[in-house]
């Protein structure tokens, strides 16, 4: 298999996986709502491959290998309702707690400097 077709394999594999739909599921119908589940997709891949040896020492060889993968960030919802359409956003807690804790040392940092003056 040359270097190419292995490339394209990976990404026609990882691309036909790589969807919401995949990872949430179908929207979902209540009432007179339906909610449309809202992810950022990435994925990637690589490979390689050699031929030949090194010298007397090694026997002519060859080799290959290749590679991916998949990653699904949840970043929120569509709700579609007969009156209006909006999105509601999935926050990330730790990182609105790392935030919090990094507002909240820069605040005492700055209060001690100012206690000095």
Do not use: C, W
């Not at 490339?7 to 990872?23: F, I, M, Y």
């Not at 590679?67 to 909006?86: C, D, L, S």
């Amino acid at each position: 298999m040359s270097s190419h077709t292995l490339l394209q394999s990976l990404h026609d594999n990882l691309s036909s996986r790589a969807q919401v739909k995949s990872v949430f599921g179908d929207p979902v119908t209540a009432g007179d709502k339906t909610i449309i589940p809202v992810a950022k997709i990435a994925y990637g891949f690589g490979a390689g491959a050699g031929t030949g040896g090194l010298g007397d020492t090694r026997p002519k060889g060859e080799g290959g290998g290749g590679g991916g993968g998949v990653r699904a960030i949840p970043i929120g919802v569509f709700e579609v309702g007969p009156r209006e359409t909006r999105f509601v956003a999935i926050q990330d807690r730790k990182k609105l707690a790392g935030s919090l804790l990094v507002g909240a040392a820069l605040g005492l940092l700055f209060a001690r400097r100012r206690r000095r003056q």
